[in-house]
């Protein structure tokens, strides 16, 4: 695959991702679940509309600008969902389609950040090898802050205490 094939498959991808989160979204019955499918929704939207700008100033100038904004409107997604968490009684209130949803989506996360991992490594370009080793660490805090979640809904208990700062004095 060369390389606008690839910029035109990341934008496909960021595109299916977005339309599968906002489904998963509007579906779950859990807030926590559904910020994080909400939150992630945004992010695929933002990643999209930054490589399709991308994809069109390649198409017209034939080259890869000198200034690409390595910057993706922020979202502390992983800030965003814990907040919600701290809320024990919010573990419960899910089904088994959410955890469903959420390996699925953990997949597709992992997916992504090999795919981009890979398109940078083909790149001769500092500046775009920088850009797709961007988008694959973007992807990789999806993906850790998915699995968390997981690991939230599916014991509760045993993430609580992992993520208590209670009594942790170091001694």
Not at 76 to 102: C, F, G, N, Q, W
């Amino acid at each position: 695959m060369d390389r606008m094939s690839s910029i035109e498959f990341a934008i496909q991808n960021e595109h299916s991702e977005m339309g599968y989160y906002l489904e998963q979204a509007k579906r779950s019955k859990n807030d926590v679940v559904k910020l994080l499918f909400e939150t992630l929704a945004a992010d695929e939207k933002e990643h999209m509309n930054q490589i399709r700008a991308l994809h069109e100033e390649l198409t017209a100038r034939g080259t890869w600008p000198e200034e690409v904004a390595i910057e993706i409107k922020g979202t502390a997604i992983a800030e965003r969902v814990d907040e919600l968490k701290r809320d024990k009684a919010r573990a419960s209130a899910h089904d088994d389609d959410d955890i469903t949803a959420l390996k699925k989506s953990a997949e597709a996360e992992a997916r992504g950040a090999e795919f981009y991992t890979d398109l940078a490594g083909k790149c001769d370009n500092p500046k775009e090898r920088e850009f797709f080793r961007f988008l694959a660490n973007i992807e990789r805090e999806h993906f850790a802050s998915i699995r968390d979640s997981i690991f939230y809904l599916e014991d509760p208990e045993a993430w609580f205490e992992e993520n208590s700062r209670a009594g942790m004095d170091g001694g």
